[in-house]
């Protein structure tokens, strides 16, 4: 499974994989709980989180890839002070936009339309190869796309496990092309997290189904 996340700071040591499980609640509630199971320090204002809600997080993850899976859909993301701290905001919008009279809550639909085109071209990319078909590793990379929706450059965060897979990754990731334009407010780079699949089920590679397999 690739999920596409923003706000992850990449450590400067292999983190370790830790047992997550956390239920879909209230994000304030989330983010207590998250505390507790990571020993991460978070400092948000509850005005900021009230009325929006986590998606649930299980499986073994590191602290920074379980905090981007549960903040997945909240419109809100990390900014770390420190390895171990971080505090909430709302993505930064492009001036310019904004000053044209676009709410953020527009920005986030093309933000999110702009993400579903980046996750395909990435999916279409990475199934060109058995190495690096989704679905069978765990990676956090980050990309930065060009104007002509070209990933200039790429950046693995965590490693897949395997240094011949990592090399098929980063070299997957300079085919991929996005068939449209990224909006003014994408915050770039762009951090993607690359999950196993727990189904047990194999995941098709099609072109209808991109690496989600249905």
């Known amino acids: 499974m690739l999920l596409l996340c923003a706000g992850v ?26 505390s507790r199971a990571t020993g991460m320090a978070v400092l948000v204002d509850r005005e900021l989180t009230r009325g929006r809600r986590s998606i649930a997080v299980r499986g073994r993850f590191t602290a920074q890839e379980a905090l981007a ?10 900014r770390y002070a420190r390895s171990d701290a971080f ?33 395909q071209a990435i999916e279409a990319s990475l199934c060109r190869s058995p190495l690096t078909r989704p679905g069978s590793f765990r990676a956090l990379v980050q990309v930065w796309v060009n104007p002509q929706g070209v990933i200039e450059h790429s950046r ?44 047990g089920t194999r995941m098709e590679c099609t072109a209808g189904k991109g690496a989600w397999g249905g």
């Open 87 to 119: 505090t909430l905001q709302l993505p930064q919008v492009n001036p310019m936009a904004s000053a044209r009279g676009v709410s953020a809550r527009s920005a986030a639909r093309i933000n999110n339309s702009y993400a579903t085109a980046l996750q």
């Open 69 to 78: 899976v549960l903040l997945t859909g909240s419109g809100l993301m990390a």
């Open 9 to 34: 700071t990449p450590a400067t040591a292999a983190p370790p994989l830790l047992p997550i499980d956390l239920p879909a609640q209230d994000l304030d509630h989330a983010l207590h709980a998250y």
């Open 156 to 199: 693995l965060v965590s490693s897949t496990g395997d240094e011949q897979r990592d090399e098929a990754l980063v070299r997957g990731l300079a085919t991929a092309r996005v068939e449209r334009p990224a909006p003014s407010s994408l915050r770039q780079p762009v951090t993607l997290l690359l999950m196993p699949d727990t189904t």
